[in-house]
């Protein structure tokens, strides 16, 4: 069976499994016989592995982390919006456990690669986790194996480094085992899009490749979409980010103009949405967050280096959105100003940790600049946030902060609330009626009635 979009495919040859091989792996696919592998079971690599059983597959995650390894064999999720009761009836049932023995690696007959793809402290690519997985992989690959690349990197990362750490042992890409690379697009929390309503991209070395791999997706995700090569697989996901990036940091550029201007840039969006064509809305904010947008377009720039090529564009998002969290700062200094008091020794409230909204990740979240901003200048800080009770240690020092309560009383204590994160479960009129300063990074109290001369938007 061929999923929709394989009879779409323009770019990759037709003929999809055409060798004996292809044929028997694709034939346990589409009998949901193969065993798939998980490798990380983080943030993409559960819930994928979560998909893979609900489509009726037997799964083994692995991970180097061996309390989230015994976590999930106790039937335990660790990450907030994935329920401990889909990981318990999925290993009741026999179809999914967890391992941190890589020499299992030999069992699955599809695996795919969910591991970290971060930056090092000079914001160059750190391919250390694919490169170990790589040559985990390498160590049993056996004939019929797929393996699919899903962590975010640069164009060329599958077939330059990958597949030479796969390439041994006399088998053949194509022949004898089969490589991929599929960028992740999971919203983690998103309701509106779960993952099996994203259209999942796909790009095989070779055509069976490819095949094999929009066959195995196509089990859980509605559409597959093939594009002709790994290499163009990679470089939509950072397209995408890019877009993303570059857009954010125009728009806190408008912000930041429009302030001095007088003119609120939220009420502008709103007004610029009504467009039917042409334009779509992005949000200015206290700075980038997450694992993915301040992240990824630096693949890219990087990559690009040894190509004699400048990504302009990437490089001023970058600095934009950089001083993001600057320009938060300097606007609750102003406004404490404006009260005649200064920054230093003032009691701020930082609401709002995690990096975007009903989440309890907080990955590169701007809350951390801030804080380590407004600490650097002798103000005492505090937070809440209803999704991550105690701030974890960070690589940068540990703040020993715990989220506070947001009583009436605590709320008068402070000299500013500063909205970082707009969590859906704050109550903004409480918020602005018993603060005597709010300066709002995402427009949330917008609906708040009462109390409107105490909100600063930054
Ligand atoms: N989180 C997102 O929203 C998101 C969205 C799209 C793409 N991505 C990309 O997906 C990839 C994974 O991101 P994530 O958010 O799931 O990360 P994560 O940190 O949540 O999970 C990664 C997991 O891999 C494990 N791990 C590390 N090294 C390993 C190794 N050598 N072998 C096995 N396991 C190992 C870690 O213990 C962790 O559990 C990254 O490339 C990221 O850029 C993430």
């Known amino acids: 069976m061929q999923s929709k979009s394989s009879k779409k495919a323009n770019a990759q040859p037709k003929t999809s499994t055409r060798g004996s091989l292809a044929r028997k792996v694709g034939a346990l696919i589409d009998g949901k016989k193969a065993l798939v592998g998980v490798i990380g079971m983080g943030y993409v690599g559960l819930p994928l592995a979560l998909e893979f059983c609900r489509s009726g597959f037997r799964v083994l995650g692995f991970d180097t982390d061996q309390t989230k390894v015994d976590a999930l064999n106790a039937g335990r999720s660790y990450i907030g919006h994935i329920p401990s009761e889909k990981v318990k009836s999925f290993s009741g049932e026999g179809r999914f456990s967890a391992t941190s023995d890589f020499s299992r690696l030999a069992e699955p007959d599809c695996i795919t690669v969910c591991v970290p793809t971060p930056l090092n402290e000079q914001k160059e690519p750190d391919l250390k986790y694919v490169a170990q997985t790589a040559s985990d992989i390498g160590k049993t690959l056996r004939r019929g194996q797929l393996v699919i690349l899903e962590s975010t990197t640069y164009p060329g990362t599958t077939e330059e480094l990958v597949l030479p750490m796969l390439d041994r042992n006399r088998l053949s890409v194509g022949r004898d085992f089969f490589v991929a690379y599929s960028p992740e697009r999971e919203d983690p929390g998103n309701r509106k899009f779960p993952i099996e309503k994203i259209p999942k991209v796909v790009g095989g070395v070779t055509a069976d490749c490819g095949g094999l791999a929009d066959k195995l997706y196509s089990k859980i995700f509605q559409r597959v979409v093939r594009v002709s090569s790994p290499r163009a ?226």
């Open 233 to 458: 697989a990679e470089m939509t996901k950072l397209l995408e980010n890019i877009f993303r990036c570059v857009n954010i940091a125009l728009v806190n550029e408008l912000k930041m103009l429009s302030e001095r201007m007088e003119i609120d840039i939220w009420e502008v969006i709103e007004a610029a949405s009504t467009k039917p064509f042409g334009f779509m809305p992005f949000y200015p904010g206290p700075g980038l967050g997450g694992h993915c947008i301040p992240i990824d377009p630096f693949y890219l720039s990087w990559k690009a280096k040894e190509y004699d090529f400048h990504t302009r564009f990437i490089e001023l998002a970058g600095e934009l959105n950089t001083a993001a969290p600057y320009h938060v700062v300097q606007r609750i200094t102003e406004a404490l100003n404006a009260r005649k008091k200064t920054l230093s020794g003032s009691r701020i409230l930082i609401l709002g940790v995690a990096y975007k909204p009903d989440v309890d990740d907080m990955r590169e979240s701007p809350a951390i600049k801030i804080i380590e901003l407004l600490l650097e200048r002798s103000a005492s800080v505090y937070y809440n946030d209803p999704h991550i009770p105690k701030f974890p240690k960070l690589r940068k020092g540990d703040f020993r902060l715990k989220s506070a309560e947001l009583t009436a009383e605590f709320l008068k204590s402070v000299d500013c609330a500063v909205i970082v994160t707009n969590h859906s479960g704050y109550d903004y009129d409480h918020i602005v009626k018993h603060s005597k300063l709010v300066v709002d990074t995402r427009n949330a109290t917008r609906n708040v009635k009462n109390g409107r001369s105490k909100i600063i938007k930054a």
